[in-house]
Structure formats: structure tokens, C-alpha cells
Nanobody, 123 residues
Framework: EVQLVESGGGLVQAGGSLRLSCVAS????????IGWFRQAPGKEREGVSC????????YYANSVKGRFTISSDNAKNTVYLQMDSLKPEDTNVYYC????????????????WGQGTQVTVSS
């Protein structure tokens, strides 16, 4: 069974940091792109960051470049999203997803999703 489990969300003040974790199981982790997405109420899900597990290349949305860092731990089948200099507009539910595709692809090409973790940034 393909499973993605996120953790690490919470409440933080503006300028603070959080690290999200996504633990994957049930598939060959190395063959997929693993991405972080977020979705505000009434808006389409947007890609935040992504890592192509095959060659390690990464992708960041313009809104988070220089503040967020994605990384992976092969031994633990885990992808992390380090979020620094958080802003109130980063408040959202963050989802981890795996796709037999490349980073930058539309979110509908990511077939496996976690349950999401809430990130709230207070001003």
C-alpha cells in the first residue's frame, strides 16, 4: 500500500521556522518525484517545492525561493521541507505527494498524497 505521512506542522510567529517531514512507504521511493503542495480555501492547489529523486534536482515556487529548502534522506524514505523566515501568507495546509513525473508538473500528475499538515504563521 502506497502511503505518505506528513508531520511537523504547527503554529509559529512570523520570521520563525518549521520543518515538515514526509515519510513514504509502499513504493520504490527512488523512482518518483516528491513534492510539497499547499492549498488555500477556494484556490487551486499550488506546488511549493519538489525533488526529483532520480537525480536530486529541486524545484521551488518563486514565493518561497531563498526561504524554503527541500531535502531527502534515502535511508529513511523521508523528504523534508525546511521552512525559514515564515510569513503569514505561508499559512496553509501542506501536502506531500509522490508522482511518476518530474518536478514542475501539474499537481494532478502526482498520484499519491498524504493527509496534510497545518502550518499557521501569526503576524
Amino acid at each position: 500500500e502506497v502511503q505518505l505521512v506528513e508531520s511537523g506542522g504547527g503554529l509559529v510567529q512570523a520570521g520563525g521556522s518549521l520543518r515538515l517531514s514526509c515519510v513514504a512507504s509502499g513504493f520504490n521511493f527512488d523512482d518518483y518525484a516528491i513534492g510539497w503542495f499547499r492549498q488555500a480555501p477556494g484556490k487551486e492547489r499550488e506546488g511549493v517545492s519538489c525533488i526529483n529523486r532520480g537525480d536530486g534536482t529541486t524545484y521551488y515556487a518563486n514565493s518561497v525561493k531563498g526561504r524554503f529548502t527541500i531535502s531527502s534522506d534515502n535511508a529513511k524514505n523521508t523528504v523534508y521541507l525546511q521552512m525559514d523566515s515564515l510569513k503569514p501568507e505561508d499559512t496553509n495546509v501542506y501536502y506531500c505527494a509522490a508522482g511518476w513525473t518530474l518536478c514542475g508538473s501539474h499537481y494532478t500528475l502526482f498520484g499519491a498524497w498524504g493527509q496534510g499538515t497545518q502550518v499557521t504563521v501569526s503576524s
